[in-house]
C-alpha cells in the first residue's frame, strides 16, 4: 500500500478533540455526537473504539459496540449519542458499527475501505462475531459503497433519520453483514 500504511490503535482521552474535529468536518451539524458520549465508548469499549492513525497522524476513526443478536432491533437502539451501556455486551455476537469517519482532507484515497477493511479482519480476529450491524444515511454515498463491497446489505430503513445542514431530512439505511465467523 506504500503511502497507505495505517494503523488502527484504541482511542484514548488525549485523542478526543482530534476526534471532535474529524466528527464535525464529516458530519452535519444534526449529526454530531458530543465528546462524553465518545469518552463513554473509550470506557466501556475501548478495544472497538479505534483512531486511524497515517504515521503519527490521527486521520480518522471507528466506534463499535457488541451487541447480543437479535433479527430486529427498535428504532431506538440506533439513535446517535444513545448511551453504549444500554447495549454493549462484552459477550455480544454482532458487531454494531456506531460511528466511522475520516478526515476530508485524506478522504478518496482509498484509506476509508482500507481501514474498514483492516477494522472488520482485527475484529473478527478478536471477538466472536457472527454479524456486523450499522446504520447509514442514504446521502452518504461514498460510505454506502464501503458498506456494500464488504458484504453488507440493507435490511431495514428508519424514515427521515438523519438531518442534512440544510434540512433536508434523509433514511436511515440499516445493513447487516452476516456469516461473519471463521
Not at 458530519?27 to 465508548?41: I, L, Q
Given at each position: 500500500f506504500?503511502?497507505?500504511?495505517?494503523?488502527?490503535?484504541?482511542?484514548?482521552?488525549?485523542?478526543?478533540d482530534?476526534?471532535?474535529?474529524?466528527?464535525?468536518?464529516?458530519?452535519?451539524?444534526?449529526?454530531?455526537?458530543?465528546?462524553?458520549?465518545?469518552e463513554k465508548r473509550?470506557?466501556t469499549f475501548?478495544?472497538?473504539n479505534?483512531?486511524?492513525?497515517?504515521?503519527?497522524k490521527?486521520?480518522?476513526?471507528?466506534?463499535?459496540?457488541?451487541?447480543k443478536?437479535e433479527?430486529?432491533y427498535?428504532?431506538?437502539r440506533?439513535m446517535?449519542?444513545?448511551?453504549i451501556?444500554?447495549?454493549?455486551s462484552?459477550?455480544?455476537?454482532?458487531?454494531y458499527?456506531?460511528?466511522?469517519?475520516?478526515?476530508?482532507n485524506?478522504?478518496?484515497?482509498?484509506?476509508?475501505?482500507?481501514?474498514?477493511d483492516?477494522?472488520l479482519?482485527?475484529?473478527?480476529?478478536k471477538?466472536?462475531?457472527?454479524?456486523?450491524?450499522?446504520?447509514?444515511?442514504?446521502e452518504w454515498?461514498?460510505?454506502k459503497?464501503?458498506?456494500?463491497?464488504?458484504?453488507?446489505s440493507?435490511i431495514?430503513?428508519?424514515?427521515?433519520?438523519?438531518?442534512?445542514d440544510?434540512?433536508h431530512?434523509?433514511d436511515?439505511?440499516?445493513?447487516?453483514k452476516s456469516d461473519?465467523?471463521?
Amino acid at each position: 500500500f506504500g503511502g497507505k500504511m495505517i494503523r488502527l490503535i484504541p482511542l484514548e482521552h488525549k485523542d478526543l478533540d482530534r476526534v471532535m474535529e474529524i466528527e464535525r468536518k464529516s458530519f452535519s451539524s444534526n449529526t454530531w455526537e458530543e465528546k462524553d458520549v465518545y469518552e463513554k465508548r473509550i470506557n466501556t469499549f475501548s478495544q472497538g473504539n479505534l483512531g486511524i492513525w497515517q504515521e503519527d497522524k490521527l486521520i480518522g476513526f471507528i466506534c463499535s459496540e457488541l451487541w447480543k443478536f437479535e433479527e430486529i432491533y427498535e428504532a431506538e437502539r440506533f439513535m446517535l449519542s444513545h448511551n453504549i451501556e444500554d447495549y454493549h455486551s462484552d459477550y455480544g455476537d454482532e458487531l454494531y458499527i456506531s460511528s466511522f469517519a475520516i478526515d476530508k482532507n485524506f478522504s478518496s484515497k482509498g484509506l476509508g475501505k482500507l481501514s474498514f477493511d483492516k477494522f472488520l479482519m482485527e475484529m473478527q480476529e478478536k471477538f466472536e462475531i457472527k454479524s456486523s450491524i450499522l446504520l447509514v444515511s442514504d446521502e452518504w454515498i461514498g460510505a454506502k459503497n464501503i458498506y456494500l463491497k464488504n458484504g453488507y446489505s440493507k435490511i431495514g430503513l428508519i424514515n427521515e433519520f438523519f438531518i442534512n445542514d440544510i434540512g433536508h431530512k434523509f433514511d436511515g439505511i440499516i445493513m447487516r453483514k452476516s456469516d461473519m465467523l471463521y
